[in-house]
């Protein structure tokens, strides 16, 4: 194999990976790829960003491992430089995913078809957790909505089943419960190694009840989940009206329980809030500590934002982080979604992300309901933003920056509004129809040129989108 001609090596993986996935998906996650080199059965391919490297590792590891040991030879490993900033160009190495090491290589985050056998795994480190070693603390943005449920969950990971237990977390979804949940987990692993954790979900729970029962292994699945010494069971409020598995999830809550071990239960409302739950396992929830994640806060969300884009090596200017922390308000999840969609957008039609395209993106994604702007809101944020008294817009006044601030209204006012152009002049500066359309055309040409005017023209609407 010549190593010099690493190009070359590239594109014959390429014209197989080319037949194997949508046009569109190639275009965006394969046709940026740069080769970069290839020695010691290494190939090292250059992506543009931390989340377009973990992309391909989450999406298409498989396709690529086969790609490699077909196009280039058994044993291939496929390496990343990863940009990580651009400004500076500053890229580093990696091999695989990061993962905390107390979590097992093999570890199944969040399988949704596979529960875990309740026949094996007698001994602590042959038990895979099912932890996503990517929910940590450390990427848990803290914020007033969820700050007292993150300092429960770091003292429960200290000293578990010595402080609050159960730990019960409600929230509507998206707003951490199972980041946080996980992040506890794996806190545990890493102070106490030898402990059995088991992360699953209320659904797999009660299908591993059912299997158990239909083919005669009851016994063995309530023995198994006797060992666990911290059971984090998701979406508990998926047991409702189940009559059978809450009967065995209560016996198994008992037992745990009273042998000193962790259980930490979330759900998408409070304990009292829960219909279809018999009355004795509601008790016991509340036995612990009920702690509330609420949705996140603006400022919250925009650190979320700005966390999420630093880790992914994006440059998305402030105005837009503000507009997206604005009307993208329901949860982290949904937050994290539009980063995603705006990074494989810039990706795909090679453009920067600015506002344009975050309004695009959120106009499909969100459904934003606003109150009709006025030209009175536009009269009011235009002279806001430039520090200037609403009357000096009236006035006959000829000085530069008062035509400019008056033009720049008069420009919004006819983007924005279906107000007729007489209309618009006769309510800013009682100008004629002639004047609008001259001042419309002005500040369009000069937006085209000035990055100054069309970030203030930017931020005002995006300050008119905000008006309560």
């Not at 000293?159 to 609050?164: D, E």
């Not at 994006?314 to 308000?329: F, K, Q, R, S």
Request: glycine fraction near 4%; aromatic fraction near 8%.
């Amino acid at each position: 194999m010549i190593e010099n001609d690493y190009v070359g090596l590239w594109n014959h993986c390429l014209q197989m990976i080319h037949d194997n996935v949508p046009e569109t998906t190639y275009k965006t996650w394969f046709e940026p790829i740069v080769p970069l080199k290839y020695e010691d059965k290494a190939l090292t391919i250059g992506v543009p960003s931390p989340f377009f490297y973990e992309f391909l590792e989450e999406k298409f590891a498989e396709l690529l491992r086969v790609t490699l040991n077909k196009q280039i030879g058994e044993g291939t490993r496929l390496m990343y430089s990863v940009l990580t900033d651009k400004t500076n160009h500053i890229s580093v190495n990696m091999e695989g995913t990061n993962r905390s090491s107390a979590i097992p290589a093999h570890s199944t985050i969040r399988n949704g078809n596979k529960a875990p056998n309740p026949m094996q795994a007698p001994a602590p480190q042959d038990l895979d957790p099912r932890l996503n070693p990517n929910y940590n603390f450390e990427n848990f943005i803290k914020g007033i909505s969820n700050e007292f449920s993150r300092t429960v969950g770091e003292t429960v990971a200290k000293n578990p089943a010595k402080t609050f237990n159960p730990l019960f977390l409600y929230g509507p979804s998206g707003v951490g419960k199972t980041h946080l949940t996980n992040a506890i987990g794996t806190r545990i692993k890493e102070l106490y190694p030898e402990k059995r954790v088991l992360y699953i979900s209320a659904h797999l729970f009660q299908v591993q009840y059912t299997d158990s029962v239909r083919t005669n292994h009851f016994n063995d699945f309530i023995s198994f989940y006797q060992t666990i010494d911290v059971l984090i069971i998701d979406d508990i409020q998926e047991f409702a009206g189940v009559t059978k598995t809450q009967n065995t999830f209560f016996h198994i809550f008992n037992h745990l329980h009273q042998n000193g071990k962790q259980l930490i239960l979330t759900s998408d409302r409070a304990p009292v809030m829960l219909q279809g739950m018999e009355e004795r396992l509601l008790t016991r929830f509340k036995w612990g500590l009920v702690a509330e994640l609420e949705k996140p806060d603006k400022e919250l969300r925009k650190n979320i934002l700005r966390n999420k884009i630093h880790r992914d090596g994006l440059n998305i200017p402030e105005n837009v982080i503000n507009y997206i922390a604005d009307n993208v308000n329901e949860s982290v999840r949904e937050l994290e979604g539009i980063i995603n969609s705006l990074l494989a957008q810039s990706i795909l039609f090679k453009r920067e992300i600015d506002m344009d395209l975050a309004q695009r993106i959120i106009r499909k994604a969100v459904r934003i309901e606003n109150k009709p702007i006025t030209i009175e809101d536009i009269i009011t944020k235009v002279c806001e933003h430039y520090n200037m008294d609403e009357s000096v817009l009236h006035t006959k006044s000829r000085k530069r920056e008062i035509v400019q601030v008056r033009q720049i209204a008069m420009f919004l006012a006819k983007k924005h509004t279906d107000t007729s152009t007489s209309k618009i002049g006769h309510l800013i500066g009682n100008r004629d129809h002639a004047t609008i359309l001259h001042a419309c055309k002005i500040v369009k040409d000069l937006v085209a040129v000035d990055k100054e005017l069309k970030s203030d023209i930017e931020e005002i609407e995006v300050s008119l989108r905000q008006r309560s």
